[in-house]
């Protein structure tokens, strides 16, 4: 359901389209890819609900009939606005999704902790298959994202314990490989192996770029005050990864942040939170680090969970909630900015977010942008 839009339809000022989750769900994830825009969103009690896949073939009008992602009913967990599921288009057009069982996801992992799960979409395009776990070894799994690359590979990450962990300082990132589109994978890894910790209920993102390269963010907890965040790449189709400290924050407390990253073109950019406050900046694909960055302009209230969407003019918008809280629900802000990474004047707010909720945004064809909440 379209719910307003917002500026004038012309290259230097595109509009902004807002449109609510269906089904009153929470948590969108969103991926535009060939004229066909993949939605992902929960439903049900935040604590063990389902996840919900449908398209829209008319960018953002209107989307078919949601199927339901995992086998199970009441198998994911939306509690702390992070843990719902992700989504990556991969070989041939497929759904990959991965995500964090709930307390009656079965059977557990190590210790009886959450499963990290993944299901892909079924070659009749009507269902998903079965569901898998990926984690074994690893406990205590969170912040599970995906990424699925044109030649087959599907990877999935969290972040959890080794076997004889015992605090965030211990935590790892953890990545499962498939080689054939998410049929089978192979044994979990620690992806990253400098001792930097992990934030224990924070989210993570990743990506693999056109160019084959997977990229990944998490936000670290070294020596527990120290929750920078970190961009991870790998240009050997994770057999080994790279870490680059992006953005500094010292706090010593779990912020149950999250992350975008989103490829253009050529382009690849990311987004993230640091002392309530958003960012966003290109990378630079030489050095898989950060070549700019921007903030969200002026002040607000607890900016969290930013979104991000490019135009094919090269114009970004960078989306994010304000004023959300444990349980609480907030607003949906949004700003545009050039290809310099410099404000334009399409921008604006709106109050709607659910509790447990984020926001999710995508470009569309003549230059304008859909945001969904």
């Known amino acids: 359901m379209l719910a307003a839009t917002v500026g004038a339809a012309n290259i230097s000022q595109p509009t902004v389209d807002l449109v609510r989750v269906p089904q009153n769900g929470i948590q969108p994830q969103v991926v535009e890819k060939d004229g066909i825009v993949h939605l992902l969103y929960f439903t049900g009690d935040p604590a063990k609900g389902d996840l919900n896949y449908a398209t829209s073939r008319d960018f953002g009008k209107t989307f078919s009939k949601s199927i339901r992602v995992n086998s199970e009913p009441g198998t994911v967990m939306a509690t702390g606005n992070i ?30 902790s959450a499963p990290v799960l993944y299901a892909r979409l079924s070659d009749s395009k009507d269902r998903f298959d079965a569901t898998q776990r990926v984690n074994q070894a690893s406990w205590g799994a969170d912040g599970a994202s995906i990424a699925a690359d044109s030649s087959n590979n599907v990877y999935v990450f969290w972040h959890a314990q080794p076997p004889d962990g ?17 049929k089978s994978f192979e044994g ?19 990506l693999a770029a056109a160019d084959g390269t997977v990229y990944m963010m998490f936000r670290a907890a070294t ?3 120290n929750r920078d965040m970190y961009l991870l790449s790998s240009t050997d189709r994770g057999a080994t990864f ?14 149950m942040s999250s992350a975008a990253l989103i490829q253009r073109g050529k382009d690849v950019f990311s987004a993230w939170e640091s002392e309530k406050q958003v960012y966003f900046g290109r990378l ?5 680090n950060i070549s700019g960055n921007a903030a969200a302009p002026g002040t607000g209230v607890n900016r969290k ?17 304000e004023n959300m809280a444990w349980g609480k629900g907030g607003s949906v802000v949004w700003q545009a900015y050039n290809r ?19 926001v999710a945004a995508f470009a569309r064809p003549d230059g304008n942008f859909t945001v969904i909440y």
């Not at 599921?85 to 190590?110: D, E, K, T």
């Not at 991000?308 to 918008?317: F, S």
């Open 223 to 225: 020596q527990v005050v």
């Open 284 to 288: 630079d694909q030489s050095t898989h």
């Open 305 to 321: 969970y930013p979104a991000l969407a490019v135009n094919g003019n090269g114009q970004i918008l960078l989306v994010w909630t």
């Open 83 to 112: 843990r719902g599921g992700q989504l990556a288009i991969g070989a041939n057009g497929r759904v990959h999704v991965a995500w964090i069982g709930s307390s009656a996801a079965m059977p557990r992992a190590a210790r009886n």
């Open 188 to 206: 979990e890894k620690v992806a990253y192996g400098e001792s930097t910790g992990v934030c224990g209920c924070c989210g993570s993102r990743a």
């Open 340 to 358: 310099s990474l410099q404000p334009e004047a399409a921008h604006g707010q709106t109050s709607g977010v659910p509790a447990w909720s984020l």
């Open 166 to 182: 015992k605090d965030e300082a211990n935590r790892r990132v953890w990545m499962a490989r498939s080689v054939d589109s998410g």
């Open 242 to 255: 790279h870490g680059a400290d992006i953005s500094h924050w010292n706090i010593g407390a779990c912020v």
